[in-house]
């Protein structure tokens, strides 16, 4: 008995030293963890709060000081304003990156940390003080005593009551990726409803085309419309109402199925993706096997708004495939219709005094001018009488038009060269001498 009590007390404090020297029993808190701001007041939106985005948590001052530093090296966050806020309820430090008027500025700096490798970066909102900052230049001295971190697998645990809060422990939970705070529950939805040392209360449930759920001892319970913590609540103020003092709930999103985007035009698989979490247009393109070959140069983002009318988002390709600009990466939203129009092949016909007369094919974005064409069509040849090129043309009513024109003069810079289109004819005649 004596060396288990020395046991025990040998390793509380080396805990204690170990959490003093900076190094937490499981290293990071996760950003998601305590869901951003647990222990703040949450407000909606529209109240002249700041969206910032929290990129990591610590129960150490030094290394949450280490993580800044390192954001604010990092060339694609530059100009973004970081700081490191500190709750004095959890212990935890955290470290959050830029200052925007709304969620959706906001969504585009979260999009790029995680693809920069931040998995649990998460948007929060800051109202203190009409939306000021709140932020720590110098963060209080780590504390004596921290929080035990429970691993991520876990998703009940028992009752940790404290009269400290400081000292109440962070329940691991799942990704930011598959178990965002504010996903809202929707039909068809798979959820797992857990409730701890009470495992014939345990249940995996889908969520009804009505929005209910049928759980044991509380029969049909409204699922649809709330977030995963909103049922929690009401689960856990129903069994205490009725069976069990201070029920441990925690609900689980097995399947998200009420949340899709369809894909449609210029992809290798267009199709209804489902939305796991938050997913970005290069996110869903990839899931839809790329754009191909001949996808054109614009994609559209069909959107409907909360007053059921619908708005185009238009996304340069280019920019967004190939120049990689973060601001065109948009979150995409459930219900949206992502369209990549193709691009159509065009053909012109010369022929006449040039190389290699005949039929060229060229994409219709390539807006290909009378020089081009006749510059791959091999050039002039020394016959060619270029003062009298002619361009045959059909008309919207199917007449034909002819437009003469200089070549010379065009070499020269003295006349405008003209745009050919599609079924253009192209007509290069030779000199007489």
């Not at 530059?78 to 500025?105: C, D, H, L, N, W």
């Not at 913590?229 to 009401?234: D, F, K, T, Y």
């Not at 709930?249 to 267009?270: A, D, H, L, T």
């Not at 070959?293 to 994609?299: C, F, H, I, K, T």
């Amino acid at each position: 008995m004596v060396n288990r009590i020395r046991s025990r007390h040998f390793l509380a404090v080396l805990i204690v030293l170990l959490l003093v020297a900076g190094w937490p029993l499981a290293g990071v808190v996760r950003a998601d963890d305590v869901s951003p701001r647990a222990d703040e007041e949450q407000l909606s939106a529209g109240e002249g709060g700041t969206y910032r985005v929290q990129v990591a948590a610590y129960f150490s001052s030094r290394r949450a000081k280490k993580a800044k530093k390192k954001i604010e090296k990092d060339d694609r966050f530059k100009g973004q304003k970081s700081v490191i806020e500190f709750s004095a309820k959890s212990g935890v430090y955290r470290v959050e990156v830029g200052e925007f008027p709304t969620m959706e500025e906001a969504t585009v700096l979260q999009a790029l940390f995680i693809d920069a490798g931040y998995d649990d970066a998460a948007v929060v909102v800051d109202r203190r003080y009409g939306g000021s900052s709140g932020a720590l230049d110098d963060p209080p001295a780590d504390p004596v005593v921290a929080a035990p971190v429970v691993s991520d697998t876990t998703r009940s645990g028992p009752d940790w009551t404290s009269a400290d809060e400081s000292v109440k422990p962070v329940i691991g939970r799942a990704s930011i990726s598959t178990q965002r705070s504010d996903y809202i529950i929707g039909s068809e939805d798979l959820l797992e409803i857990s409730v701890f040392e009470l495992e014939g209360l345990n249940k995996t449930v889908r969520v009804s085309e009505e929005g209910m759920i049928n759980l044991p001892l509380l029969g049909e319970v409204r699922a649809e419309g709330l977030t995963r913590r909103g049922l929690e609540e009401v689960v856990r103020s129903l069994l205490e109402e009725k069976y069990i003092n201070s029920p441990q709930v925690s609900v689980f999103i097995r399947e998200f199925r009420s949340r899709s985007v369809s894909v449609i035009g210029s992809v290798r698989k267009p199709g209804t993706y489902k939305l796991l979490g938050s997913r970005t247009l290069i996110h869903v393109i990839s899931e839809a096997g790329g754009l191909t070959d001949n996808a054109g140069p614009e994609l559209y983002v069909i959107r409907i708004g909360a007053d059921d009318q619908s708005r185009r988002i238009t996304v340069n390709i280019d920019g967004l495939m190939i120049e990689g600009r973060p601001e065109l990466n948009v979150l995409v939203q459930s219900g949206d219709v992502i369209n990549i129009p193709a691009d159509p092949e065009m053909s012109v016909y010369i022929y006449g005094a040039v190389r290699q007369p005949g039929e060229l094919s060229f994409k219709e974005s390539d807006f290909i001018s009378l020089l081009q064409a006749i510059t791959k069509a091999g050039g002039l040849t020394d016959r060619a009488a270029a003062d009298r090129v002619r361009v045959k043309r059909k008309t919207v009513r199917g007449e034909e038009d002819q437009i003469d024109v200089n070549l010379k003069k065009i070499l020269k810079g003295k006349q405008e060269d003209i745009l050919l289109q599609d079924k253009d004819v192209v007509v290069v005649p030779e000199t007489i001498f």
